[in-house]
């Protein structure tokens, strides 16, 4: 049985944790040059062009952007639910292609996915104590039905759904939204993860509760040194979450800034971004820091099918200069705290 009161700062490999800032460990998960192309009577979609992300131990990587910029398939291709169709995946240093059934099986377990809907996750005729003791048996966790409970109910309150005894033999439909996703949360922490992959886990949910998971998986993050691929279309949740960590902005398959959290939200420097952040900055009067307002050349987002030349920004660039934006892709290239895909901002 895996001790649970053994924190990851105490597993064997790189010390994490709150340390001098987000290079102080090195990855335990890489998505390396990925590319994804979905073939469809429309043409080839690339729904992911050459996108490089590393996840740490017990820090959380914060990918934002909007709806249909790649988000979920960047995370189902690092959570292995999809193989990328050029570049690398590498858990703990290795391309998880060339892994054998053993490793793979590791990196099932270490690598675990939460989706956005956990009442589509879980089954609904499975009693939560039957849902979170399923993967604790296959993967030999426990030994009786008895430890087996105990176990299970320990997770539900590492993840707050307590007490655990009144929640073990509900049924997904008798809890509410909040609840399911906690079951969905614990599920994944019963496999003791190196790295959860949560995908728009909180957006379905009311203010008050999203907050209170945040927190909940705020604690897992520092207690158990878990590593987090944190998706969220929501700069404020991603503001909430990943202040300590990282935030990469995606913007139709590529990463166009990608930077410590603070320095991003606080000043963010890609004419994306911006936009991204007067987008929220209604709700979130924090956000707008009485920066003015960017005006975006035109509000329509062009076909992954029939990508712009150039910058894929350059049709709603407020900053757009004919040149280079319209016939150069501007790399992912280091500025002075932070990568940006720009001509004009080179954040140096
Ligand atoms: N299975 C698929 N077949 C065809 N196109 C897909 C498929 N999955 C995603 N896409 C397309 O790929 C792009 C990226 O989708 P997705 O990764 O789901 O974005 P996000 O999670 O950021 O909303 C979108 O244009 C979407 O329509
Ligand atoms: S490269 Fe040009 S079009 Fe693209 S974001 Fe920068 S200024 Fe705008
Ligand atoms: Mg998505």
């Given amino acids: 049985m895996i001790d649970r009161t053994v924190p990851a700062t105490q597993r064997p490999g790189p010390a994490h944790g709150h340390g001098?800032?987000?290079?102080d460990a090195s990855p335990v998960l890489s998505l390396q040059g990925v590319h994804q192309v979905f073939r469809t009577p429309r043409g080839d979609v690339p729904a992911v062009a050459g996108v490089d992300l590393d996840v740490r131990p017990g820090r959380v990587l914060c990918l934002v952007g909007e709806s249909g910029c790649?988000?979920?398939t960047s995370?189902?291709?690092?959570?292995?639910?999809?193989?990328?169709?050029?570049?690398?995946?590498?858990?703990?240093g290795r391309d998880v292609a060339g892994m054998?059934?053993?490793?793979?099986?590791?990196?099932?377990r270490s690598v675990q996915f939460i989706h956005q809907d956990p009442y589509a996750s879980l089954n609904p005729v499975r009693t939560v104590y039957s849902t979170i003791s399923a993967g604790l048996r296959r993967h030999g966790l426990v030994g009786d039905r008895r430890e087996a409970r105990r176990v299970t109910a320990e997770l539900l309150e590492r993840v707050d759904l307590t007490p655990a005894e009144e929640h073990l033999d509900k049924y997904p439909h008798q809890m509410s939204g909040g609840?399911?996703?906690r079951v969905a949360v614990a599920r994944a922490l019963a496999m003791n993860p190196e790295v959860i992959i949560a995908d728009?886990?909180?957006?379905?949910?009311?203010?008050?509760?999203?907050?209170?998971?945040?927190?909940?998986?705020?604690?897992?993050?520092?207690?158990?040194?878990?590593?987090?691929?944190?998706?969220?279309?929501?700069?404020?949740?991603?503001?909430?979450?990943?202040?300590?960590?990282?935030i990469a902005v995606m913007y139709l398959g590529r990463v166009v800034e990608h930077g410590p959290t603070p320095r991003v939200v606080n000043d963010p420097q890609h004419p994306y971004t911006k936009a991204l952040i007067d987008a929220v900055c209604e709700p979130d009067p924090d956000l707008a820091h009485g920066r003015e307002r960017i005006r975006l050349r035109s509000s329509e987002i062009p076909e992954l099918t029939d990508l712009p030349?150039?910058?894929d920004f350059h049709p709603r660039c407020p900053l757009y200069e004919q040149g280079d934006?319209?016939?150069?892709?501007?790399?992912?290239?280091?500025?002075?705290?932070?990568?940006?895909?720009?001509?004009?901002?080179?954040?140096g």
């Fill in 179 to 181: 609840q399911r996703q």
């Fill in 200 to 246: 728009e886990s909180t957006s379905m949910l009311d203010v008050s509760i999203r907050v209170s998971l945040l927190n909940t998986l705020g604690k897992l993050r520092d207690e158990l040194g878990v590593g987090f691929l944190f998706i969220t279309h929501d700069l404020a949740v991603a503001k909430y979450f990943a202040w300590d960590g990282e």
């Fill in 75 to 92: 995370a189902r291709m690092a959570a292995g639910l999809a193989g990328p169709a050029q570049g690398s995946v590498l858990f703990r």
């Fill in 325 to 347: 934006c319209d016939s150069v892709r501007p790399p992912l290239v280091p500025g002075r705290d932070r990568l940006l895909a720009c001509h004009v901002v080179n954040g």
């Fill in 20 to 23: 001098t800032g987000p290079g």
């Fill in 100 to 108: 054998d059934r053993r490793e793979r099986s590791d990196f099932r």
């Fill in 70 to 72: 790649g988000k979920t």
């Fill in 309 to 311: 030349p150039g910058c």
